[in-house]
């Protein structure tokens, strides 16, 4: 039988990597998020202190842009997703003892007061960084606010990773070529005073550090690799104004991910505040600090957050628990392709069981593996497995208990079935604490086949009607395994362990036990008639799940589709010339219409376009323009439009001769 944990061991503090607030919760998210709750539940009931935090991330350009198009605030915007992301996970079974926000006061505090610390002990220090610029915007274009091209492997890239191509972290100043992302204007280069984290100057701490790290070898051979390579000092600084102001500067906030991060000690700190504890016993001197995080991030977890953890004088991470990628359907998770799972309106909105889904991102691969997601797939594990086997050896029994004995019958279990128990209980443990949660859930599964197995050859149905005390053996054995099975599947499914518990006769909660009470007796009591545990999904409804993914695919296709290749006469049939906006005006009853007066070198034309959310009219009298000259005439909104401007990108940038030519130049 398993022993209690030893209670002098540090506690044990779960972090998850923070969902950024700018889009809902997707299946992605969940890969990381029910592991680290199942480890937590687990962990806690053979006797762990456990503290699980977690929060969102709050900060950094991609929440400013989208706050901008929503013409809300950052700060708005975050509320609004963290709320969702709360709830979210609330729905899903995955309970934080706290979740908290980076933009919140104690995170500013906590966050500068690091940087000061860091200063203070040498290892910040600054640089002149020669940063791109908008002249239009009239400011310094971080992360990204600028896109460019890859200094690198030359690809398309934004300011903070070449995305398209190699995949490296771009440090301020290093893309090449840069644009705004916002206007399309081409950047400047322009010199600002920017802090640097001393990364190189921990090298020699880093490589016995991730000796001694525990969790997934993914995330200690992947950081590993990039030490032996070379580290780079990081620039921990940017030029926004959404974000924790760097001590002593009101023009600069700290890199997102430095607050990130350290938003898990602020999380600890409002825990603690809250229930008057000590938040230091977590994240100072011996500690436990286990993060579960996405492959994605591994290297900002095991290497730039202990070493910034060291230089600060904090405790250093216990484990890196890193989950592999999530495929959809055998392809790679694209929200802009199509391929993705939404939480709550693919899944929890249709009224599929959480626990359903918690079951599959647990057993269907290694932690450390890729995960294919297929509905297909999706219902066939469930039926198969949890129903088929788990659900059906449980109701077969307890139906066969409250029919023949009206509940659980007197006697003792037999020596054979503890022993079984015990062996899954020593199993089970080792994969858990080994973070190879498919193997626990096959060991437990495992303990349910052997159930079923167990019920069939030894029949009560038939033995009771010769030998009712033997019938009445072997159902007790029977209810000692659904009793194990109910503690055991608990951090896997604890909506449908609690009912499996009830149905035992319990009136408590299952998640108040320990683990290893599954092989104390089950006593003499009586029970209700059992309801199933667990219902088949069926085909049709497979269909009609599958069905709403493969329209969103179709979709996001089509607006990916190629223009089919044109030979060069027809593209000769095509005239282009220069033009001059002479004057401009909205059109009446339109938000997105304006009528331009146009001299395209003899002529005047009037056009209408679509930019008037991206232009007042007043902006485009005198500007230099590209125009489709030849495009037959058309009413737009009841006014005659005669050609078309040329824009690029989703903020219409217009096209322009780079030096100054006539009107009515033709475009070759």
Not at 147 to 153: A, L
Not at 387 to 401: D, K, P, Q, S, W
Request: a neutral charge; glycine letters at 8%; proline letters at 5%.
């Amino acid at each position: 039988m398993l022993k209690s944990t030893v209670m002098s061991q540090p506690p044990l503090l779960v972090t998850c990597g923070l969902p950024y607030t700018n889009g809902p919760c997707h299946l992605g998210h969940l890969r990381t998020y029910v592991p680290a709750d199942c480890y937590v539940r687990y962990m806690r009931r053979t006797g762990e202190e456990v503290l699980f935090i977690s929060g969102s991330d709050n900060h950094g350009t991609p929440i400013v842009v989208s706050a901008e198009e929503r013409g809300i605030s950052p700060r708005a915007l975050s509320e609004q997703f963290h709320r969702h992301f709360d709830e979210t996970f609330k729905r899903i079974g995955v309970n934080f003892d706290h979740f908290g926000m980076t933009d919140d006061p104690v995170n500013h505090h906590r966050t500068r007061e690091i940087m000061s610390r860091l200063e203070k002990n040498g290892y910040i220090y600054k640089q002149i960084v020669h940063q791109a610029y908008c002249p239009k915007c009239r400011r310094f274009l971080p992360d990204r606010y600028v896109e460019g091209t890859c200094p690198y492997c030359g690809k398309q890239a934004r300011g903070d990773e070449c995305d398209q191509g190699c995949g490296k972290h771009l440090e301020p100043g290093e893309i090449q070529d840069p644009f705004c992302k916002v206007c399309g204007t081409k950047a400047e280069f322009r010199d600002q005073e920017h802090f640097f984290f001393r990364l190189s100057a921990f090298r020699d701490y880093l490589l016995p550090f991730l000796d001694r790290l525990r969790g997934t070898s993914n995330a200690k051979n992947y950081a590993i690799g990039w030490i032996r390579d070379e580290l780079h000092d990081w620039c921990i600084t940017r030029t926004l104004d959404w974000g924790v102001k760097f001590p002593g500067r009101d023009d600069l906030v700290v890199y997102v991910w430095v607050d990130a991060p350290i938003g898990y000690i602020a999380f600890t700190e409002e825990w603690a505040a809250d229930i008057n504890k000590d938040w230091k016993r977590f994240w100072c001197g011996s500690t436990r600090v286990t993060h579960f995080i996405g492959g994605d991030i591994i290297y900002h977890h095991c290497i730039f957050w202990p070493a910034l953890l060291k230089g600060a004088g904090y405790g250093e991470p216990h484990a890196v628990v890193a989950s592999g990628m999530v495929k959809v359907d055998d392809h790679k998770f694209s929200k802009s392709r199509g391929y993705v799972v939404w939480t709550n309106e693919d899944y929890l909105d249709k009224g599929l069981s959480p626990d359903y889904l918690r079951y599959y991102l647990l057993a269907y691969t290694s932690h450390t593996k890729e995960l294919n997601f297929s509905w297909k797939v999706f219902g066939e594990r469930i039926n198969n497995e949890v129903v088929n086997i788990f659900g059906n050896f449980v109701y077969r029994t307890l139906f066969f208990a409250h029919k023949e004995f009206g509940g659980v019958p007197p006697g003792t279990t037999d020596p054979a079935i503890i022993a079984e128990i015990e062996k899954c209980l020593t199993g089970v443990d080792a994969q858990m604490k080994e973070y190879e949660f498919k193997g626990a859930v096959d060991t437990i599964m495992g303990l349910a086949a052997f159930g079923n197995t167990y019920i069939q050859t030894n029949a009560p149905w038939k033995l009771i009607k010769t030998d009712r005390d033997a019938a009445a053996r072997i159902i007790k054995n029977c209810i000692q395994i659904v009793k194990a099975l109910a503690l055991l599947i608990e951090p896997v499914i604890p909506a449908k362990a609690q009912e499996c518990w009830a149905q035992l006769g319990y009136s408590d909660g299952v998640a108040t036990h320990m683990i290893d009470e599954a092989a104390i007796l089950v006593p003499e009591r009586q029970l209700m008639a059992p309801i199933p545990l667990f219902s088949r999904i069926e085909e049709n409804q497979i269909a009609e799940l599958d069905a709403v993914l493969q329209h969103r695919v179709m979709e996001a296709n089509k607006k990916m589709e190629k223009v089919p290749s044109i030979s060069i006469e027809d593209f000769s049939k095509i005239e282009m010339k220069t033009g001059i906006v002479l004057a401009a005006e909205g059109i009446p009853k339109s938000s997105k219409l304006l009528k331009l007066k146009v001299d395209t070198g003899g002529e005047i034309r009037q056009i209408v376009s679509g930019i008037a959310q991206f232009y007042k009219p007043e902006e485009l009298v005198g500007k230099n323009v590209v125009v489709l000259t030849n495009l037959a005439p058309a009413k737009i909104f009841g006014v005659e439009s005669n050609g078309m401007i040329l824009a690029a990108g989703d903020t219409a940038s217009l096209l322009a001769p780079e030096k100054p030519v006539d009107p009515g130049t033709k475009i070759r």
